[in-house]
């Protein structure tokens, strides 16, 4: 059975660290993009960040560019995003979501997300 | 503000169709297929359609979609208490070089 489980989620001062992590299992996790899709509290989703099923292309949204990084690894079958300078607007339920490489298959398949929240 | 606009919410009562719009432009829904979610209360994210109007294995015919231009919208017929839920579109958008989502849609189920 496919899933995606994420991680690492915490409680964090303005200004900290976190990274998150995201396994795969059930399957073939080389042919797949991965995403992080986040959520603040009771509003929409808001896709943050992008990595190719080889290590790129990389994208990032805006608002996390020059703070959060996309990584892979694909001996553990996982993805991870290290987040820094955080800030209470990053306070979110972090999803991580998978995109077939080689078709038009959207985000397909979602984890059931880790919490963020960013206060002093 | 979302790139992608939906109208907050939609309502209905048991049995009866109602439709979700979804408005973008040229870089995103102009260009590239439209995917929609349907998020339950205290859930992920489910994917509801896919390829504009392609339905996952498991998704209910009640569920159709559609696009034209840079426009697309959601149907759900035979409508039940079980569709309350958020709706969203979703699409790849070339000028952020990012998956945009729309606002969302809250479903009342009346």
């Known amino acids: 059975e496919v899933h995606l489980v994420e991680s690492g989620g915490g409680l964090v001062q303005p200004g900290g660290s976190l990274r998150l992590s995201c396994a795969a299992s059930g399957f073939t996790f080389s042919s797949y993009t991965m995403n992080w899709v986040r959520q603040a509290p009771g509003k929409g989703l808001e896709w943050i960040s992008y990595i190719g099923s080889s290590g790129g292309p990389i994208y990032y949204a805006d608002s996390v560019k020059g703070r959060f990084t996309i990584s892979r690894d694909s001996a553990k079958n996982s993805v991870f995003l290290q987040m820094k300078s955080l800030r209470a607007e990053d306070t979110a339920l972090y999803y991580c979501?998978?995109?077939?490489?080689?078709?038009?298959?959207?985000?397909?398949?979602w984890g059931k997300g880790t919490t963020v929240t960013v206060s002093s | 503000q979302s790139v992608l606009t939906q109208p907050p919410s939609a309502s209905g009562t048991p049995g009866q169709r109602v439709t979700i719009s979804c408005s973008g432009s040229s870089s995103n829904i102009g260009r590239h297929y439209v995917y929609w979610y349907q998020q339950l209360p205290g859930t992920a994210p489910k994917l509801l359609i896919y390829?504009?109007?392609l339905r996952p294995s498991g998704v209910p015919d009640r569920f159709s979609a559609s696009k034209s231009g840079t426009s697309a919208s959601l149907a759900i017929s035979g409508l039940r208490s079980e569709d309350e839920a958020d709706y969203y579109c979703?699409?790849?958008?070339?000028?952020?070089?990012?998956?945009?989502f729309g606002g969302g849609t809250k479903l009342t189920v009346l």
């Open positions: 390829r504009d109007s």
């Open positions: 979501a998978r995109q077939y490489s080689y078709d038009s298959n959207g985000l397909d398949v």
């Open positions: 979703a699409t790849w958008d070339d000028r952020l070089s990012g998956w945009v």
